[in-house]
């Protein structure tokens, strides 16, 4: 056939393939640092980068290509430890992504040191871009749609200087794609190394040739002994075989060997691994060539036939290789292939446990300040004040931060090994932390802490304990010394007594006890009043005055008159303070009720009004970790159980809502449900319909429990998706109600 039918039968399959994708279906094309939307010259829709990511620095860089001057948007990250993400949803319904990124330097800041950092796909870090090697560098990489969120993020790399990146695009594959022949290689992210367009010579191809606006790149690195193109194009070739869809613009052209015996692609690869390999093949010739195909020189398929106006594709994986050899044996006819895709496998951890992960975000929120903690914990680098081994948070750091108590969700982090919770204002009982079994170092110095508790006995690794510096009372528990592993234990400046117990006095364990009443092991020495006065912490600093000549008369009074406006203004300032923090308070207080009042029958109760229908707290119906129970009577005459927390165990204030929240919603004949709730400062308090005669375990296990729809509401209340990410409380409720 002539040449004019192949041109009329390419573009039969051209406007077809328009026709069908050109909406651009589920594309998104981020322009990095760019103010203003625009289409580019494949009429792809670019926007800029803002919706999805909130930090980083833009610029315009500019730099001449080799036929024009561009003006290319960049964002960049000055030097820190944080991750850098962009967050982009992605569509339910897609199975596979196409991720590009490109990143440009060219000396836009001046400093000609072009920056090296890592590229990140959810925990995975999937390529290492040195802009030194090539400036444009460009990566493309498969992903497995697994999360709702793509979290692409670049990662500063010591001394690698600024991430930059200029562009993002997001693709969405056919599904099915790339997965024939990855059976036994799970979790896998494809990064690309080779995606050729064999005998193709001239520029590369993608949309909207290639509806999925894969860039197929020449066959440049090649001579081709003979390039088929404009032969007899079969407009018959059966394209659904082939899930990864590739596009009739690319098969319709191949490398055929005409002379010779073997065809080889030597590829080289930029480092050691798993390669995953596709070599498409299409019949767009009259004849049947048949060939062994050889990956470094093994032979992978014997006597391969190629049918004519038939497409065909092998899919190959290769493991450990760092260069790659593709050869086809000649057995009749030409070997012919026409084209192929080179992707190396990237590993991708495992996500970090999502309890931890929710009881992280807990503690976040209870702080009241952005940590800057999302995505994974651990992968692909450690959130900071925090430290991994794999996928396991091993310690855990928030010192200097206002805690004020350890809450039960720190029960939940069981991975632990390091606590560092010194200088977070902590009073009252050690409490919540008898899960974290491999704990192994624990430092509450420098709090309010009032008592040891009797958790500490459970942490049976632990190593290390610094108490030091807290307002302990009483004597040490004897059940320390069953702590076989710990070998300091710093008691200092606090106001226990002794004798120290006799457990403890083994030659492996450092105790270190100056600055209490009288701890020592010796039971006679405390009469004796000679032992160290306590010594306040934290300490202060005095700083000795300097000597002034006390003759100079205008000198004091301008003290004395500077010193009383000084006090007066100061006097003012925390005035005012006081009152910005009050307004602030009750602001804050009736915008999380009026948030209350919008979801359910839950009523809110004012301080005063719960002292009246508990006169003044006077009957304790119920005693727990949390607080007490009290008995009430509502002025409709109604009985009601009173639950108010004590100030430690209280919740954050989001915490508290979450938990009337879900309160609110249990509603059933066999359960106490909630009438209502205080939330004023310093009080939180729950009010429970009141249910005489009987605990509500009674009520649960009585004589007709064994409502299963009941015990699924409450289950699915518990682990309902959005309720799992606070399952601290969810825990809690739990225990409140078996
Ligand atoms: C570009 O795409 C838009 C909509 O997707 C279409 O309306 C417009 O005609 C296209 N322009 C060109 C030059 O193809
Ligand atoms: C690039 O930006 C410079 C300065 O803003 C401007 O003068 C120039 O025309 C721009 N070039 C292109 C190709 O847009
Ligand atoms: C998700 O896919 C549907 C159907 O293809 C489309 O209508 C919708 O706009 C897509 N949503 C997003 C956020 O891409
Ligand atoms: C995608 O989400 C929609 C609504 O959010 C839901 O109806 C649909 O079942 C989801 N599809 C898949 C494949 O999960
Ligand atoms: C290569 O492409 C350019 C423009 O796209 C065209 O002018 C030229 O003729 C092409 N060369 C070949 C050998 O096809
Ligand atoms: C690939 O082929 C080249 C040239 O034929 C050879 O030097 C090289 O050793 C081969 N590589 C492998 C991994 O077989
Ligand atoms: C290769 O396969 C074809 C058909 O699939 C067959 O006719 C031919 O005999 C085979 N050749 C060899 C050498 O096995
Ligand atoms: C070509 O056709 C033969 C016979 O139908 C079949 O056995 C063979 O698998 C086909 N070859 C390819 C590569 O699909
Ligand atoms: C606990 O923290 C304090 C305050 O930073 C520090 O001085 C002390 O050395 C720490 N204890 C241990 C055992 O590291």
Not at 44 to 53: G, H, M
Not at 704 to 721: G, R, V
Request: charged share 20%; proline share 5%; aromatic share 10%.
């Amino acid at each position: 056939m002539d040449f004019r039918d192949a041109w009329a039968g390419f573009f039969l399959f051209c406007s077809f393939w328009l026709v069908t994708f050109c909406e651009q279906d589920g594309f998104l094309s981020l322009s990095c640092g760019g103010r203003t939307s625009f289409r580019d010259t494949s009429n792809i829709s670019w926007v800029p980068d803002t919706s999805y990511i909130t930090t980083g620095k833009t610029t315009t860089i500019t730099y001449s290509d080799d036929s024009s001057a561009l003006n290319i948007s960049a964002r960049f990250f000055l030097n820190s430890r944080r991750r850098k993400c962009y967050r982009i949803p992605v569509n339910n319904s897609t199975t596979l992504v196409l991720v590009r990124a490109t990143f440009l330097y060219k000396n836009y800041d001046g400093l000609g040191k072009p920056p090296k950092f890592s590229a990140s796909i959810g925990t995975a870090i999937a390529a290492t871009i040195n802009l030194a090697e090539s400036d444009p560098w460009s990566e493309e990489f498969l992903w497995t749609v697994n999360k709702d969120t793509l979290s692409f993020c670049l990662n500063a790399i010591p001394k690698g200087g600024s991430p930059v990146i200029s562009s993002l695009e997001i693709r969405p594959l056919p599904q099915g794609a790339y997965t024939n022949g990855m059976a036994d290689f799970p979790n896998k992210l494809l990064r690309k190394s080779y995606r050729i367009d064999c005998g193709h010579s001239n520029g590369s191809i993608r949309y909207p040739l290639d509806p999925f606006d894969r860039i197929w790149d020449a066959d440049r690195s090649f001579t081709p002994f003979h390039v088929a193109t404009g032969f007899k194009i079969q407009l018959s070739f059966k394209q659904s075989s082939l899930e990864e869809k590739p596009p009739p613009a690319i098969l319709q052209t191949g490398r055929v060997l005409a002379r010779r015996n073997t065809l080889t692609y030597s590829l080289p690869l930029d480092a050691l691994g798993d390669y995953y390999i596709i070599l498409y093949f299409a019949g767009i010739l009259p004849v049947f060539p048949s060939f062994d195909v050889l990956i470094n020189g093994e032979l992978v398929k014997s006597n391969y036939t190629i049918n004519s106006s038939e497409t065909s594709a092998l899919y190959l994986t290769q493991k450990g290789i760092g260069s790659l050899n593709i050869t086809l044996k000649s057995i009749s006819f030409c070997p012919q292939i026409n084209a192929f895709e080179v992707y190396k496998m990237v590993d991708v951890p495992s996500d970090a446990s999502s309890t931890t992960v929710s009881a992280l975000q807990v503690i976040q929120q209870s702080t009241g300040l952005d940590l800057g903690w999302q995505d994974d914990p651990c992968l692909p680098s450690p959130w900071e004040k925090i430290e991994c081994e794999g996928s396991l948070i091993t310690s855990l750091d928030l010192s200097d931060i206002n805690l004020r108590s350890i809450s039960p969700t720190f029960g939940d982090l069981l991975d632990l090994k390091t606590l560092d919770l010194h200088n977070t204002l902590l009073t009252g009982e050690i409490q919540n932390l008898d899960g974290l079994q491999h704990l192994e170092k624990l430092n509450l110095s420098f709090n309010q802490l009032t008592s040891i508790g009797a958790d500490l006995q459970n942490l049976i690794n632990l190593q290390i304990l610094d108490l030091q510096n807290n307002n302990l009372m009483g004597v040490v528990p004897d059940s320390l010394g069953e702590l076989e592993d710990l070998h300091l234990l710093n008691l200092e400046n606090n106001k226990l007594q002794g004798p120290l117990p006799q457990s403890l006095n083994k030659e492996t364990l450092e105790i270190r006890t100056s600055g209490n009443l009288c701890l020592t092991f010796s039971t006679t020495s405390c009469d004796d009043a000679s032992f160290s006065p306590p010594i306040e912490a934290p300490q202060v600093t005095v700083v000795p005055q300097k000597k002034h000549n006390v003759h100079n008369h205008l000198a004091i009074i301008l003290g004395i008159v500077g010193g009383a406006t000084l006090a007066f203004i100061l006097m003012c300032i925390s005035v005012l303070i006081y009152k910005t923090k009050q307004q602030y308070e009750a602001s804050h207080t009736s915008r999380a009720e009026m948030h209350m009042r919008n979801w359910g029958a839950a009523k809110v109760f004012s301080y005063k009004e719960i002292k009246v229908a508990t006169r003044n707290f006077k009957e304790v119906i119920g005693r727990g970790s949390f607080g007490s129970v009290y008995l009430g009577k509502l002025p409709d005459g109604k009985l009601v159980a009173v639950k108010v927390r004590f100030d430690k165990s209280q919740l954050g204030a989001d915490s508290f809502i979450n938990e009337v929240n879900l309160l609110s919603k249990i509603r059933h004949q066999n359960l106490v449900s909630l009438e209502g709730f205080c939330h004023e400062r310093k009080h939180q308090i729950l009010v429970y319909e009141y249910l005489p005669g009987g605990s509500l375990a009674d009520h649960l296990y009585g004589t007709n429990w064994l409502d299963t729809n009941l015990f699924m509401s409450i289950i699915n209340l518990l682990y309902h998706p959005i309720m799992s990410s606070n399952n601290a409380i969810n825990m809690r409720v739990l225990f409140f109600l078996v």
